[in-house]
C-alpha cells in the first residue's frame, strides 16, 4: 500500500487507516512520518501533571482543615472550652511579659491592620491593575478580598466569641474570632504578591517576607490582648489559603504570568516545563519528534494559544513544521463566556451550548476537522490530539500551511474567485458551515483556497447560518476585486435569491470584527459600502431578525444587570468610605 | 473530589453552622436562669469600667430588627424599622448630656436626663375672639368642630375669650403651646370667616373659610414624632437613648423603651471574672 494515500484527503483513507490499527506502528499523514507511537502505561504522570501543586496543596489543606475546625466548633460547641484553654497558656504568658516598650513596638505592628492601611494598599493594587489592564487579577484580587471579608463578617457573628478575658490595649471591633484585621491584612499582601510580581525569587521573597510579618503582627495583636492566638491563627492560615486559591483558578500562572509590562493575552506560557511537556507527549503519543515551539498568529485568536512546532530533521519527510492549537480550561471558560455574552447580546444565534469540559472542546474540533476533509473541504491535514494533563489541557495537531497567505493579502483573479465560492458551495452541499469565515481563516495556497480555524464548524445548520456564510465569503472577496464581479460569478453558483438571502441575514453581528474593520476602512477611504452594494445588486430580500428571546436569555441578562448593579453599589460604597475596600 | 460531593458538604457546613448554638446574640436582660452570653460579655469588654451595659428585656411587637455593633469603648444596639433606625442605645465611657432635663431615674446610683422633642397625635387649635359678638362665634365654631381630624388625628379645639388680656398677648401665649391659632372678629361672623396663624413665625393668613383653615392645618402640621435622647450617667459610664421616631411608632416608643430594655449589672459580671482569675481592666489579680 503507497502510505501517500493515508492522507485524509483522499477519499477512502479513513478506512485503509483502520486496517492499520494493531497491525502497523509506522504511516504517514500528509508527508510526515507518524512512528513509533508510546501508550502511557497506568500509573505514569501525564506530561503536564495539574498544576494545584506544592504550595496550592499546602494551602488548600490548610484551608479545609480551617473549615473543618469551624464546623467541629458548631457540631460540638463544647469543644470550643479546649482551644479557649490552650489560647490562655499562650495568653498570659504573653501579657505577664508586658512592658511600656514591649506595647509600644506591638503597637507599631498593630497599626499595619489600620482599615486605612489596609484600604491604601487593596485601592493602590485595584488602580495599578487597571493600568496595566491586567482584568484577570482584577478581579481574582477582589473575589480573594470578598471571600475573606465576607466569610470573617459571617463567622464573626455566627461564633460570637468574647474578646480575650484580659486587659486590651488597642482599638477592636466586633466578635474576636476569626480576626478580621489578620484575614484583611494576610489576603491583601498575598494577593498583592500574585497579582503585582511576577513568578520566581522577587515573589517567593515578599511572600516570605510578608509571612513572616504577619506572624509578628500576629503576635503582636495577642500580646495587646486584642485577639485570641486561635483567631490570630485561623486567620493566618485562611486568607493566604484563600488568595493562593483564587489566583490558582482564576488567574492561573501558566495562563496569566505577571510581568511588568502593559496588558496581557489569554494565551498559555509555552516555555519551560509546559514546552518540554508538549514536546514529551508529541513524541509519545504522535511519535514526531519536536524541536522547538514557538507562539503562530496569537493576534487572530482567542479561543486557543496557536503554535508552531518546528520538526527534527527527517529523511522520511519533506516538512518542517506542524500547526497545533493548545486548549485549557481558560481557553473553555473563555468559550463559555463568550457565549453567555453573545447570548445576552442577540439570544441563541445557533449552538451556543457550552462545552462541558476540554476533552469534549478538541473532540468535537477534531471531529468537524476530520469531517471537513472527508467532505472535500480544502482543509489543514489533522493529525490528532495529544492529551498534555488529562480533562484540563489538550493539544490539537494539523498540517502547517507552509507558504499560504491571506486571501485579502493574495492576488486574486476570477479563478480564486470561483475557487472560495466553490469551497461555500461544497460546505452547502455536504450540509456544513464554517461559521467563521474572514480573512484570517480563509487562505490562498499554490493558487487554491484553503479554510482554517474549523473549530466553530457545524453540522446541519440554519439556512441562516449558510447565507451568512457566504455573504462573509463575497465580502472578503470583493475586499480584494469589486462587488459587481463577484456578485456575477456568485450567479453562477448560487441563486440570486440565495444571495439576496445572504445579505439579507448579515448584520454587524454576523461580520467577523476582522471583515468589519476592513469594510470600514474601505467606506472611510474611497467611499465604498460594499454590503450595501452587493443588496442592490440582489433581488429584494426583508432583513432577517436575529434577536432572539427565551427564558435564559433574560435570566442572563437579569444576572448580569443584577452583578453590574453589585459592582456600582461596591463602587458607590467605595466613594462613600464604607466600603469593604 | 466531583463538583456535586463538593456542594454537598458545602451544603452540610452551612446547615450544621445554621443549627449551631455558638453566636453572639444580643444582649439579654439579667434572668434567675440565665447566663450571660457573647454579647452581654462583648458590651462589657467595650467599657470595662462601667457599672452598667445596656441589655433587652423582651422585644416588642415591630422591634424584631435589632442590630449590635460593639468596638472598644461602644456598645450599641440599633432599632431599625424597615430601613429607618428609630431608636440607638449606646453604651460609651462618658456622654455629653448639654441642656437635658434631669428626672428620676429609678435606679440606685444612676442619674438620668432627657432632652426630647415631641409632637403629640393630637392637634391643638387656639380661638380666640376679637369683639363680644364673636365670643359667640367662636363658642359655636368650637362646639360645631368637635371631634373632627386632621390626617387621621383628632384636633382640639379651645376658646380664650379672656378680655382681661389683649388679644396679641393672647395670640402670643397661644403660640407657645400650640401650634395653631384662629382669631375671629365680628366681621368674620356673617361670613364663616377666620385669621390663622401657625408657629413658627405667627404669620397667618385674614378672611379664610374654616374648610380652607383645616386644609392649611393638615398641611402644615408636622408628623407626630419623638426625637431626642435618654441619658443615664453612672459610674464608669453612660447609656444613651438615641429616638429618631415618627408615625405610629412614635406614639408609644417611650413606654415600648422602657419595657424592652434594661441594665445589666456589669460590675457584677466583672467581679466574677476577677474571681475566675480574669482581671478586665488591670486591676492586680486576686
Known amino acids: 500500500m503507497d502510505r501517500q494515500d493515508q492522507s485524509p484527503g483522499n477519499p477512502g483513507a479513513v478506512a485503509r487507516e483502520l486496517d492499520l490499527v494493531g497491525g502497523r506502528r509506522e504511516f504517514k499523514i500528509a508527508g510526515i512520518t507518524v512512528a513509533g507511537r508510546r501508550r502511557r502505561p497506568s500509573g505514569e504522570a501525564a506530561p503536564l501533571p495539574r498544576d494545584l501543586r506544592g504550595a496550592a496543596q499546602l494551602w488548600l489543606l490548610l484551608g479545609v482543615l480551617t473549615l473543618l475546625i469551624w464546623v467541629w466548633l458548631f457540631v460540638v460547641p463544647t469543644s470550643t472550652q479546649w482551644w479557649t484553654d490552650q489560647d490562655y497558656k499562650v495568653l498570659t504568658w504573653l501579657v505577664d511579659m508586658r512592658t511600656d516598650a514591649l506595647t509600644s513596638v506591638a503597637n507599631g505592628f498593630n497599626f499595619l491592620t489600620s482599615e486605612w492601611f489596609i484600604r491604601v494598599l487593596r485601592i493602590g493594587t485595584l488602580l495599578s491593575l487597571i493600568f496595566v489592564k491586567r482584568w484577570r487579577h482584577f478581579f481574582a484580587f477582589l473575589i480573594a478580598v470578598l471571600i475573606v471579608e465576607g466569610t470573617g463578617d459571617v463567622l464573626q457573628d455566627m461564633i460570637g466569641r468574647q474578646r480575650p478575658l484580659v486587659p486590651i490595649l488597642a482599638d477592636w471591633e466586633g466578635a474576636s474570632h476569626p480576626s478580621r484585621p489578620l484575614g484583611s491584612l494576610a489576603v491583601t499582601l498575598g494577593a498583592m504578591a500574585y497579582s503585582l510580581l511576577p513568578h520566581g525569587f522577587r515573589r517567593r521573597a515578599v511572600l516570605v517576607g510578608s509571612g513572616v510579618l504577619m506572624l509578628l503582627v500576629a503576635v503582636s495583636r495577642v500580646y495587646l490582648g486584642v485577639e485570641h492566638p486561635s483567631d490570630a491563627w485561623v486567620s493566618l492560615l485562611f486568607a493566604p489559603a484563600v488568595a493562593v486559591l483564587t489566583f490558582r483558578l482564576f488567574a492561573p500562572e501558566a495562563a496569566f504570568p505577571v510581568t511588568w509590562k502593559r496588558g496581557v493575552t489569554a494565551h498559555l506560557d509555552v516555555s519551560g516545563r509546559r514546552g518540554e511537556a508538549i514536546k514529551h507527549a508529541v513524541r509519545d503519543q504522535l511519535g514526531i519528534e519536536v524541536v522547538a515551539i514557538e507562539p503562530f498568529g496569537q493576534e487572530g485568536s482567542g479561543g486557543s494559544t496557536p503554535l508552531r512546532l518546528e520538526l527534527a530533521p527527517d529523511d522520511s519527510h519533506p516538512e518542517d513544521y506542524l500547526f497545533a492549537k493548545l486548549y485549557s480550561q481558560t481557553h473553555l471558560r473563555s468559550d463559555r463566556w463568550y457565549k453567555v455574552g453573545r447570548t445576552i447580546l442577540y439570544g441563541a444565534l445557533e449552538d451556543e451550548l457550552r462545552f462541558t469540559s476540554v476533552r469534549r472542546l478538541v473532540e468535537y474540533e477534531d471531529y468537524i476537522q476530520r469531517l471537513m476533509r472527508d467532505s472535500e473541504i480544502p482543509s489543514a491535514a489533522p493529525f490528532g490530539i495529544v492529551e498534555i494533563t488529562p480533562e484540563r489541557e489538550y493539544l490539537m495537531v494539523s498540517q502547517f500551511l507552509f507558504g499560504s497567505e491571506e486571501l485579502t493579502e493574495a492576488e486574486v483573479d476570477v479563478a480564486v474567485i470561483d475557487d472560495a465560492l466553490g469551497v461555500i458551495r461544497k460546505l452547502w452541499d455536504s450540509g456544513l458551515a464554517h461559521r467563521d469565515i474572514k480573512p484570517a481563516n480563509v487562505m490562498l495556497r499554490d493558487g487554491r483556497v484553503v479554510l482554517i480555524d474549523v473549530a466553530f464548524g457545524t453540522v446541519r445548520p440554519s439556512p441562516w447560518r449558510q447565507a451568512v456564510d457566504l455573504a462573509n465569503m463575497m465580502v472578503i472577496l470583493a475586499l480584494r476585486t469589486d462587488a459587481k464581479l463577484v456578485y456575477e460569478r456568485a450567479l453562477l453558483q448560487f441563486d440570486s435569491y440565495d444571495i439576496a438571502e445572504a445579505f439579507a441575514a448579515t448584520r454587524s453581528v454576523t461580520l467577523p470584527s476582522q471583515s468589519r474593520s476592513s469594510l470600514a476602512l474601505l467606506k472611510r477611504e474611497k467611499g465604498v459600502d460594499l454590503v450595501r452594494e452587493f443588496n442592490e445588486m440582489s433581488p429584494h430580500a426583508e432583513p432577517i431578525s436575529i434577536q432572539r428571546w427565551s427564558t435564559r436569555r433574560l435570566g442572563l441578562t437579569l444576572g448580569a444587570a443584577f452583578l453590574a448593579m453589585l459592582v456600582l453599589s461596591v463602587v458607590i460604597s467605595e466613594l462613600s468610605g464604607g466600603g469593604i475596600l | ?286
Open chain 2, 1 to 286: 473530589m466531583r463538583r456535586s460531593t463538593g456542594v454537598c458538604l458545602v451544603v452540610l457546613c452551612l446547615l450544621i453552622t445554621a443549627c449551631g448554638r455558638l453566636g453572639t446574640g444580643l444582649p439579654g436582660c439579667r434572668t434567675p436562669a440565665s447566663e450571660p452570653n457573647a454579647a452581654t460579655v462583648l458590651s462589657l469588654q467595650a467599657v470595662p469600667e462601667a457599672e452598667y451595659s445596656p441589655c433587652i428585656n423582651s422585644l416588642q411587637l415591630g422591634w424584631d430588627e435589632v442590630d449590635f455593633q460593639v468596638e472598644r469603648g461602644l456598645a450599641q444596639l440599633e432599632f431599625e424599622h424597615g430601613i429607618e433606625s428609630f431608636l440607638e442605645v449606646r453604651l460609651t465611657p462618658s456622654c455629653e448630656i448639654g441642656g437635658a432635663i434631669e428626672v428620676p431615674s429609678g435606679i440606685e446610683g444612676v442619674s438620668r436626663h432627657e432632652n426630647v422633642y415631641q409632637v403629640t397625635d393630637a392637634i391643638s387649635v387656639t380661638i380666640i375672639p376679637d369683639g363680644e359678638r364673636s365670643s359667640v362665634y367662636a363658642e359655636g365654631l368650637a362646639a360645631d368642630l368637635a371631634g373632627a381630624h386632621v390626617d387621621d388625628r383628632p384636633v382640639v379645639f379651645k376658646v380664650d375669650a379672656d378680655i382681661d388680656f389683649s388679644v396679641r398677648s393672647r395670640v402670643n401665649k397661644a403660640l407657645f403651646t400650640d401650634q395653631f391659632v384662629w382669631i375671629v372678629n365680628d366681621l368674620d361672623i356673617d361670613d364663616r370667616t377666620l385669621e390663622m396663624r401657625a408657629t413658627p413665625d405667627g404669620e397667618g393668613a385674614r378672611g379664610i373659610e374654616v374648610d380652607d383653615a383645616l386644609d392649611r392645618i393638615e398641611d402644615m402640621s408636622e408628623e407626630i414624632q419623638y426625637r431626642g435622647q435618654w441619658f443615664f450617667q453612672f459610674e464608669g459610664g453612660c447609656i444613651t437613648y438615641d429616638f429618631d421616631a415618627e408615625g405610629t411608632l412614635a406614639t408609644s416608643i417611650a413606654e415600648d423603651a422602657e419595657a424592652t430594655l434594661g441594665f445589666y449589672p456589669s460590675s457584677e459580671l466583672r467581679d466574677a471574672a476577677r474571681d475566675a482569675g480574669f482581671d478586665l481592666i488591670g486591676e492586680p489579680t486576686q
